[in-house]
């Protein structure tokens, strides 16, 4: 099989997911599945495309989408993994650390870390990114979007995102069965979601990959700006802001790194 093929069945049979659609093009999976009724459907189901044309990050930003690259979505219920409510918040990192952990699969000698709230960077240039929303006809239900550069190489991606992205085929140059890869990041989803509410274990681990630590960052919440110096996150999952008048808690915004 050619590595960019998607063997639904295979995915299917191989995780926890219950139903895999693959599509040719989309203009976002996450939208797709938002406008999906989910009544009578048997749950997770996972849609994934070869092209998104209109591919969502955080806030406005879009995500850049190339042959090769494994971009999907996923609609679940937090309880089929014992996550509590209060524990929600935490779903971005659980997240993120997967998938850092399946790209330190296939990129083991490379420094792969979590950049705070949903973003995976490889040696200081970000891979994969990450959207998470509530199911808006069935609230209870999350909507987790992944798009994941694998054998997209970046050498075709627009100026401007070739000095701050990468892939697993510039990392490595070889390419990667994106079935096995997918396979692969489902299993870890499970691992890291179904420990999300150990706090000790959980947020420890966090730290240990956490891009921001120890550098000087802009916060844009889009109302205020500010700056200061990152000390990781705390046990509910907030991005920690060293300021002249003390540490700030950030629960959302977009970073930038100062002096990068």
Same mark, same amino acid.
């Given at each position: 099989?050619? /590595?960019?093929?998607i063997?639904?069945?295979?995915? *299917?049979?191989?995780?926890?997911?219950?139903?895999v659609?693959? $599509?040719?093009?989309v203009?976002?999976?996450?939208r797709?599945?938002a406008?999906?009724t989910?009544?009578?459907?048997? +749950?997770?189901?996972l849609?994934?495309?070869?092209?998104?044309?209109?591919?969502?990050?955080?806030?406005? %930003?879009?995500?850049?989408?190339?042959?090769?690259?494994?971009?999907?979505s =996923?609609?679940f219920?937090?309880?089929?993994?014992?996550?509590?409510?209060?524990?929600?918040?935490?779903?971005?990192?659980?997240?993120?650390?997967?998938?850092?952990k399946?790209? !330190?699969?296939?990129?083991?000698?490379? %420094? /792969?870390?979590?950049?705070?709230?949903?973003?995976?960077?490889v040696?200081g240039?970000?891979?994969? @990114?990450?959207?998470?929303?509530s199911h808006?006809a069935s609230?209870?239900?999350l =909507?987790?979007?992944?798009? +994941?550069?694998?054998? %997209?190489?970046?050498?075709?991606?627009?100026?401007?995102l070739?000095a701050? !992205?990468?892939? =697993?085929?510039d990392?490595?140059?070889?390419?990667?069965?994106?079935?096995?890869? $997918?396979?692969? +990041?489902? *299993?870890?989803l *499970?691992h *890291?979601w179904n420990?999300i509410?150990? !706090?000790?274990?959980? +947020?420890?681990?966090?730290r240990?990959?956490?891009?921001l630590? @120890?550098?000087?960052?802009? /916060?844009n919440?889009g109302?205020?700006?500010? @700056?200061?110096?990152?000390e990781?996150?705390?046990?509910? @999952?907030a991005?920690?802001?060293?300021?002249?008048?003390?540490?700030?808690r950030i629960?959302a915004?977009?970073?930038?790194? =100062?002096?990068?």
């Amino acid at each position: 099989m050619n /590595v960019d093929e998607i063997d639904c069945r295979l995915i *299917e049979q191989g995780s926890w997911v219950e139903q895999v659609e693959w $599509l040719a093009e989309v203009d976002s999976t996450n939208r797709f599945l938002a406008n999906e009724t989910m009544t009578g459907r048997n +749950l997770p189901v996972l849609v994934g495309a070869n092209t998104q044309t209109a591919g969502r990050g955080r806030g406005s %930003n879009s995500w850049w989408s190339a042959p090769g690259s494994l971009t999907f979505s =996923i609609v679940f219920d937090p309880q089929q993994f014992a996550i509590p409510t209060s524990f929600l918040p935490r779903m971005s990192l659980s997240t993120g650390m997967a998938v850092r952990k399946t790209v !330190a699969r296939w990129l083991p000698e490379s %420094n /792969v870390q979590v950049k705070w709230p949903n973003d995976v960077y490889v040696q200081g240039r970000k891979v994969a @990114g990450l959207l998470i929303e509530s199911h808006p006809a069935s609230p209870s239900l999350l =909507i987790v979007g992944i798009g +994941l550069n694998v054998n %997209n190489s970046l050498q075709s991606a627009p100026q401007q995102l070739q000095a701050k !992205a990468t892939s =697993i085929v510039d990392m490595s140059g070889s390419e990667a069965s994106r079935t096995d890869v $997918l396979i692969q +990041l489902l *299993e870890d989803l *499970e691992h *890291e979601w179904n420990r999300i509410a150990t !706090a000790s274990d959980f +947020l420890e681990d966090y730290r240990n990959h956490c891009y921001l630590s @120890g550098r000087n960052i802009l /916060v844009n919440d889009g109302v205020d700006e500010i @700056g200061g110096l990152c000390e990781g996150v705390d046990a509910e @999952g907030a991005l920690l802001v060293r300021l002249p008048v003390g540490v700030q808690r950030i629960f959302a915004g977009t970073i930038e790194v =100062i002096g990068e």
